[in-house]
Nanobody
Framework: QVQLVESGGGLVQPGYSLRLSCAAS????????MGWFRQAPGKEREFVAG????????YYADSVKGRFTISRDNAKRTVNLQMTSLKPEDTAVYYC????????????????WGQGTQVTVSS
């Protein structure tokens, strides 16, 4: 089992940046892929970004490609999401998740979830 704790959410103006972090404990961190997901009010949870076990492969939703960057530090057991050029439509609760597998797959592969952190983009 993996325990995940997110941090770094908040209120920012459009065009600004924010960095989310997720700290993991439990199962060997370097053995599994990690992902960030988000859920806006009234909408389904959606994939934002994913990174494989080594950090060598990353994946992004089209809506955030070029603006968000996912990274991981296996020694520190953390995964980060750097968000730039934020838009009001990025407003959501952001969740960190750990996959059961070493490479990024569909949402059903992610078996451990954090409690979520709120990101609000508004002027």
């Amino acid at each position: 089992q993996v325990q995940l704790v997110e941090s770094g959410g908040g209120l920012v103006q459009p065009g600004y940046s924010l960095r989310l972090s997720c700290a993991a404990s439990g199962r060997t961190f370097s053995s599994y892929a990690m992902g960030w997901f988000r859920q806006a009010p009234g909408k389904e949870r959606e994939f934002v970004a994913g990174i494989n076990w080594s950090g060598g492969s990353t994946y992004y939703a089209d809506s955030v490609k070029g603006r968000f960057t996912i990274s991981r530090d296996n020694a520190k057991r953390t995964v980060n999401l750097q968000m730039t050029s934020l838009k009001p439509e990025d407003t959501a609760v952001y969740y960190c998740a750990a996959s059961r597998y070493s490479n990024v797959g569909p949402m059903r592969d992610f078996g451990s979830w954090g409690q979520g952190t709120q990101v609000t983009v508004s002027s």
